[in-house]
């Protein structure tokens, strides 16, 4: 493998087509302001270096980026490439990840708007995140111990599972399929409204009007707190372990909690079945 050092880069697709190559302390700035630096190229490695222009990794394959910084100038900085590793590295331009599969990143900071979208195939562990339309459209998604933050995260994605993290996010897995929440902490408005096969196990889930118009939805040992109007319209079976503020008109299923504050009953299509201590819903209160 090709070693360049201490290099700087500005022109347009400076290292274009490239094979086998690793930088080391460069910097991929300056006056010239070029677009694509590594675009169209395989085997790469980036160790230790400075991304502040436009579109770095497009069509790429076997790359691997190390305690690096992409500026918020980096923008889309990530995209059609394939087999990416990303370690120990901030990601702070907008879209910096899209249309991508086999990815792994580990120990890096993503604040990036639109991240994610539509890749395949993505692992992220020891992360955190701020984004708004976080992952829109991926799939195959493995998260461990990530703290996100922002607005309309994992819509519409697809065979995703999540273990040991907190999200502090609205309007979020809105149209997900075949996804896993396990040990984490979600808070937000309108979690997870037409989704199918959602499943949440021993998490701790807050914010109104949760888990809305959704099929084949699971609680497994969760908490709910200040959750009210929740279930509206919704296939569901449910073990909580706290008291709900209000149940609204699920549709089918069963819902087990210790109480509920109130079930609002005003849609005759709602045959859903609330138990509270082993009772009925007429004891629910």
Aim: aromatic letters at 10%.
């Amino acid at each position: 493998m090709k070693i360049i050092e201490n290099e700087t880069f500005d022109e347009e697709r400076a290292l274009y087509g490239v094979r086998n190559v690793k930088v080391e302390r460069c910097r991929f700035d300056g006056p010239a302001d070029g677009e694509s630096a590594f675009k169209e190229c395989a085997n790469i490695a980036a160790e230790n270096s400075f991304f502040n222009l436009r579109y770095p990794f497009w069509h790429d394959r076997g790359l691997t980026v190390t305690n690096c910084e992409l500026t918020v100038n980096c923008r889309a900085a990530l995209w059609y490439s394939r087999r990416i590793r990303l370690e120990h590295t901030l990601l702070h331009g907008i879209k910096a990840l899209r249309e991508c599969a086999d990815v792994e990143l580990r120990g890096c900071d993503i604040r990036s708007p639109e991240f994610g979208w539509s890749t395949k195939k993505i692992t992220m562990e020891d992360c955190t995140a701020e984004s708004e339309y976080f992952m829109m459209r991926a799939s195959g998604l493995r998260f461990r111990n990530v703290t996100f933050t922002g607005k309309y995260s994992f819509q519409y994605i697809r065979d995703a599972v999540l273990e040991n993290c907190r999200l502090s996010t609205k309007d979020a897995f809105w149209h997900a399929r075949d996804v896993v929440v396990k040990n984490s902490v979600v808070e937000g408005e309108y979690l997870g409204w037409y989704s199918r096969n959602l499943t949440f196990e021993n998490c701790v889930i807050r914010g109104t009007q949760p888990l809305c118009y959704c099929k084949g939805l699971r609680l497994i040992n969760c908490r709910m707190e200040h959750t009210d109007l929740a279930f509206e319209k919704s296939e569901v079976q449910a073990t909580v372990t706290t008291p709900i503020d209000s149940v609204k008109n699920p549709k089918a299923g069963r819902i087990e909690a210790p109480a509920v504050g109130e079930v609002i009953r005003d849609d005759p299509a709602s045959r859903g079945e609330v138990v509270c201590g082993g009772h009925p819903a007429g004891r629910c209160a």
